[in-house]
Every structure is written in C-alpha cells, then in structure tokens.
C-alpha cells in the first residue's frame, strides 16, 4: 500500500476552523481498513476524489472488487477528512444493506454543514455509524496509513494533540445534529463558539 506524506496528513486531516496562510485546497481523503474476524492481518488503502466518483465510491467500488468471503464477517473502518455528501451516505448505507458481512464505522475529521446535514442524519439513522475523529483515530491513522521514513516538519505529539482539541466542538456539533427535530443552522461560527465557552 501506497502511505501519504506527513505532509499530506498534516494539511488534509488538518480540522482547524481556517487554514492558514499559505491557503491550499482542503481535499476529501479516505482511509480505509479492512479486518477479518478470524485475525488476519487487516487490509488498509486511501483514496481520494477523482473527477467523476467522491473517494467514498471509488472506496465501496474497491471493497467490492475485493470479492470477499461472504462466510466470513469483516470490520471495517474509515477516516475521511470531510464527513459523506448526502448522494455518498446513501450509497454507503445501500452498500452496507447489501453486505451483511461487513460492520462498517466511519470517523471524520470536519463536517460539511447545513446542506450536508441531510447525508449525516441518514448514516447516523442506519447500520453506519458517523462519529468524529479524536485522538484515538488520529493516532490510528498517523501511526498505519502515514509513511514515517523521513522526519516530519513537525511534532507528531503536538500535532495529534491539536488535532484531538478541536475535534472536541466538532463533536458538539455533531451530537446537536443527531437530535431528532433539531435543524442546526450555520457553517462555522457555532463551533466558534464552542471553542469560547
């Protein structure tokens, strides 16, 4: 397997409310593993968006191609940098309606907002839980997807670090979108406050 770039680890899972200067386009990334069961050893990818197919369905594409054992039960997980587009979400759910096999748990980095919420609530409606990323899944992912042979320009730790605080208001954010009847207005600025309380 191909592994990113701390570099591209750093800018991509970078969950920061903006980006600093220099701006670079914030990609959509999907890290994937896929666990036997019975205790194999896990297969893991990435994949991002291409012209035509969002990395979620280049990712549902991939597992299919698999041609996995339907005997044998697999645990799935992945890490986005932007949570699924409502078009995505039901695709997934679809695709995991189909699998019995597979147990599939998606963690992200950053939400996509009001015209997202619809994607969220459907996921988080069926068998595919949504969760948002925290230190637990950031290390996961640093430590089996990143390629560590040259130093970072960085503190890994501290960067973890950062990344685990401000998962905590997008996890705020997420856990009001999950209340029934609760229609959560606004991009970014909810979470600005959050951060202040």
Same mark, same amino acid.
């Given at each position: 397997?191909?592994?990113l770039t701390a570099e591209t680890f750093s800018l991509q899972f970078n969950n920061k409310r903006?980006? /600093?200067k220099p701006y670079y386009p914030r990609k959509a990334l999907l890290c994937y593993q896929l666990t036997p069961q019975n205790g194999s050893t896990p297969t893991r990818g990435h994949l991002?968006?291409?012209k035509? /197919?969002?990395a979620e369905i280049r990712f549902i594409n991939k597992i299919k191609s698999m041609g996995l054992d339907e005997t044998?039960?697999?645990?799935?997980?992945?890490?986005?940098?932007w949570s699924p587009c409502p078009s995505c979400a039901g695709k997934l759910v679809d695709f995991i309606k189909a699998y019995h096999h597979l147990n599939l748990s998606i963690f992200a980095s950053r939400l996509y907002y009001h015209w997202h919420q619809e994607g969220l609530l459907l996921l988080c409606g069926s068998q595919v839980p949504v969760e948002v990323m925290g230190l637990p899944e950031f290390t996961d992912c640093w430590e089996n997807f990143v390629d560590h042979e040259e130093p970072p320009s960085f503190n890994p730790s501290e960067k973890l670090e950062e990344l685990d605080k401000n998962s905590r208001a997008i996890k705020r954010r997420l856990e009001r979108i999950k209340i029934p009847g609760v229609h959560v207005q606004g991009c970014y600025m909810d979470i600005l406050y959050d951060a202040e309380v």
């Open positions: 397997m191909a592994l903006r980006v /600093n991002k968006n291409k035509k /197919n969002h044998q039960c697999y645990q799935v997980t992945c890490y986005l940098t």
